[in-house]
């Protein structure tokens, strides 16, 4: 069982940047694919950046040139880092760990573990 646990969140400005942590604990196996989810108000959850093993990342196409995922193999932490914050980017923010079986995707249901998520407020 993979334990995840976000932290960073909080209220920021227009143009502001973020950078959120995600404590990796528990069983993870090498295979293990990573991601940053978000979801706003009403909305889908969406795939933010993924990471894998070969430490490939990939950022969605909407936050490209924004956003960045990285992994500390010291610590066992993963990180967002998403800069020119707008009220868009107010969301609760998850990090997940995939299926060693699957290859990374942003589809939410090839992941088997979350975290609680950490809210994001950006305001104008």
């Known amino acids: 069982q993979v334990r995840l646990v976000e932290s960073g969140g909080g209220s920021l400005q227009t143009g502001g940047s973020l950078k959120l942590s995600c404590a990796v604990s528990g069983y993870t196996s090498g295979n293990m694919c990573m991601a940053w989810f978000r979801q706003g108000s009403g909305k889908e959850r969406e795939g933010i950046a993924t990471?894998?093993?070969?430490?490939?990342?990939t950022s969605a196409y909407s936050l490209k040139g924004r956003v960045k995922i990285s992994h500390d193999d010291a610590t066992n932490t993963l990180y967002l880092t998403l800069h020119g914050l707008h009220p868009g980017d107010t969301a609760m923010y998850y990090c997940a760990s995939g299926d060693p079986r699957r290859p990374c995707s942003f589809v939410s249901g090839d992941y088997v573990s979350w975290g609680r998520g950490t809210q994001v407020t950006v305001s104008s």
């Open positions: 990471i894998d093993m070969y430490v490939s990342a």
